[in-house]
Each structure stands twice: as C-alpha cells, then as structure tokens.
C-alpha cells in the first residue's frame, strides 16, 4: 500500500495509536539480548541464562550480581539513542497523526525522542524507586554506585521500576492502554508481528478495521492486518513524514 494511501488513512482518523516492537529498536541500533550472540555472551560472561539473572527471583536473592548484570548491559543498551523511527514518529505526532503510543520495551525510546502520551507498559529503566520510602532515584544514580545502589536514607536497595520476567504488568498500567486502543480507529503496529505479547493483548481491544502493519518480514499472522507494509519502519515513517511536509 503506498504511503499516499496510508497518510490518508490517517489524517482522516480521529484517534490514531502506535503499537512499537522490538524491530522499531533493532533499526536504532539496540541490541537483542534474549536473542542470537547476545544471548549466548550473557550466559557465558555470567553463569545464567538473560530469563534467569532478568527475573524478580534472581533481584531478590542475589541482588549483587542482578545489580552488575543490570549495570554492564542493560543500562549499557540503554544508553543507545533513539533511531530516526522514532524520530519520525514525533513529527508524525506533531503533525497530529498520532495521538497515543504504546510499547513493552524498557529503553524509553519513545519518551527521549520526545513523542507524548506514551505508556510504557513494563516501565523503564530511567525511574528507580527505595521499595522502603518510595523516593525515587535516576538512572544515573544506579548506573554510577558501587554494587548494589542503595537509597540514601534508608540504606536498601533500590529498585527499578520495570517489569522483570515472572511478574505481571500493573493492572492501572493495562487498563489506561487498553483504553487507549479502544477509542482508536486507526492502529498502526510498527516493528512487531501480530503474534507477540504487545499486540496479543492489545488487539483484543481493537474494534477498528484500520490495523496497519509495518514489518522487516513475512509471518503468518500478518493476514489479521488490514493493510501491511513490508520494509523498514524508520524509512517507511520518514516517507510519510516527508509526505507531509509537502
């Protein structure tokens, strides 16, 4: 579908919201670390599998080496720039074509490129909270303690505000997206196939018939959109940017 179509869709909604996945992040650069050299890198520097030292169990018990884990490569990946997508996807949303964007990834993307009414579903790692006094810390406090980042008045450890593997989204969380996807008429998933986490939660409360995908891809479940879009979404995005310039 060329884009010309696809900018009429949606200059004539009235509620358009962004689905972003992991491929939005891949063309900025970010690496994948449960998947492929990454991966198997983790288990051999560590002694643990990503799904084990990344879970609510591993920060509990063994906070010294979740804490050296969580500074050497997730605050390191961290520190990967947000990539022209979602560049282009806040001029999009300056241009009015966005009104909402939702996304489970941790790396605040979305937020530092500027674009607004974001829900990060699973947090991020830029807001780290003492389980004790509820102060929050920066991300610049954890990344630059020694060991394990303790709060300053109460001398515990702190802990970052993102969903670890084993536990579940906060229910207000869920229930402000879900909301947002139903007052869409339009959908634009970007990055993601139709069959992960965020869209199979997110597609349930879709009652449009303009689901939009953007995919590097070909996947099975891409005949549940309505209009695809093979390629990259920061090309595709600064197409549609550029188209509305003129």
């Known amino acids: 579908m060329r884009e010309k179509n696809i900018l009429q869709i ?14 939005m992040m891949v063309e900025s650069g970010y690496p994948l670390l449960r998947d492929g050299d990454e991966s198997y890198e983790i288990e051999k520097k560590y002694g643990y599998s ?34 022209k997508g979602f560049l282009m996807l806040k001029k999009l ?11 489970r990834r941790i790396a605040g993307l979305e937020d530092r490129a500027g674009c607004r009414n ?6 991020t ?45 906060d229910n207000g969380i869920m229930t402000r997206a879900a909301g947002e996807v139903e007052k869409a008429d339009v959908l634009l998933v970007l990055g993601a196939s139709l069959n992960t986490p965020l869209c199979s939660q997110m597609l ?12 590097g891809s070909e996947h099975y479940t891409d005949q549940r959109a309505d209009f695809i879009v093979y390629g990259r979404c920061d090309d595709f995005l600064e197409r549609l940017a550029e188209e509305c310039e003129n």
């Open 93 to 103: 949303q300056d241009h009015g074509l966005v009104d909402a964007v939702i996304t």
């Open 118 to 123: 974001v829900i990060n579903m699973k947090g």
């Open 50 to 83: 990503f799904e084990e030292i990344f879970s609510s169990g591993f920060y509990s018990a063994r906070k010294e080496l979740f804490f050296r884990f969580y500074k050497e490569v997730i605050l390191k990946a961290a520190e990967v720039p947000p990539g």
């Open 125 to 169: 790692v830029f807001d780290n909270v003492c389980p004790s006094c509820g102060r929050h810390y920066p991300v610049e406090y954890v990344r630059d303690s020694k060991g394990v980042p303790l709060c300053e008045q109460c001398l515990v450890a702190l802990r970052p505000q993102v969903c670890l593997i084993g536990e579940m989204i």
């Open 10 to 23: 949606l200059r004539d909604s009235r509620y358009t919201v962004v689905l972003t996945g992991s491929g």
């Open 204 to 215: 349930q409360y879709y009652p449009g018939t303009n689901l939009i995908l953007v995919t």
